[in-house]
């Protein structure tokens, strides 16, 4: 017994055998190009078209590019320049790029005002967007609409102050309201904030040349500087309005859920260049004779009014997406409405919405060039209208609704990849 088990153990190897290098084909590039390009015979094909299609393009473009005149006073100089080669003519941007980012109206030796509010926008809007940023910074992102105000459109610097004295008011009283009432706390913050504004008007018309910077009237507003104004604005305001409507759709008062309900029916059922003919022309109608009443403000007032519809019904989707025991969860907390909404309800619905709510922004800011359609010279307004009506530039498209392209191409990638982001950040139930 003992001779045939030390001649069984003498089989037994006592160390592992070196590992092999995996086939070429199945590592790397090689397996990557075989599984996802050329898996069988069918996706072969399409390769190999998208392949071809790929190098139709390139062949055109590149030498298009690469051979373009950047240095030209108008179209003839760049024929003349190009002599018969193919060149995109791209002096236009060179020439007029002023125009395309600020408008032809707007003073030329004022730019920095612009420039320097979008930069603010990116700092401000830092706190918001990132967890990570303290809270304390959040002072920044309330101040920014009041100093965004005061840079572009000019004037003296109480009435933004004036202003933010009215949203401060507001927030104080709602806050000491909205332990007895949620209703009775948002009404009484909006009327201190009406009430500041009302009485802060006296004091800027009374001192105004108090640290005022150049005005500029909104009708010198122009280019994509136009276009990010109303974005910007827009966005901001239709979120907020957005659940507001959502919450009002599922309130258990009849007169509030069937004003909600057809509002948001009414207004996605009427296409955005409806609403913005109407801001334009119709609105004057039913204003007193001689009131002015701001185009800029009236065209942020219609396309919010569309946005939020739309977000109203995104995020009564992801409220609708939540299981029943978390509102059960919150009632067996003791919780009041506004507690429950803000503290568990809202958090939850807002991470599922990100994708529509994203969707609805980035569709949102396209829209904005809609108003080149009431003669705002926004980015395509100017397009259309200033520079290719000049002798000096007609004929020259592709360059210049390229470069649209490219501007709004940058924005929007750029709000798609954060709102990636956010999700993987807010992932906390995949993790």
Known sequence: MSDMHSESVGYVRETFLSEKEPPLQET????????????????????????YVVYVLLSGFIPWFLGGVWQADSIRECREIAGGEVGGCFAVLTDRWYQLLFGFSYPSDKYWRPTLAFVLLFICAAPVLFPAIPRPFMILTLLFPFTAYWLLWGGTILVPLVALAGVVAGYVVYSRLVARSFAIGLFGGVVAAAVVWWLGGFVSEAEPRFLALQEVASRDMGGFMLNMILGVICVSLSLPFGIVLALGRQSSLPIIKWICIVFIEFVRGVPLITLLFVANVVLAYFLPPGTNFDLILRVIIMITMFASAYIAEVIRGGLAALPRGQYEGAESLGLDYAQSMRLIILPQALKISIPGIVNVSVGLFKDTTLVSIISMFDLVGMIRGPILASTDWNGVYWELYGFAALLFFIVCYSISQYSQWLERQLATDHR
Do not use: C, E, H
């Open 28 to 51: 790397g590039l090689f397996k990557w190009v075989r599984v996802n390009l050329f898996s069988n015979w069918f996706y072969a094909l399409l390769t190999l078209a998208a392949i």
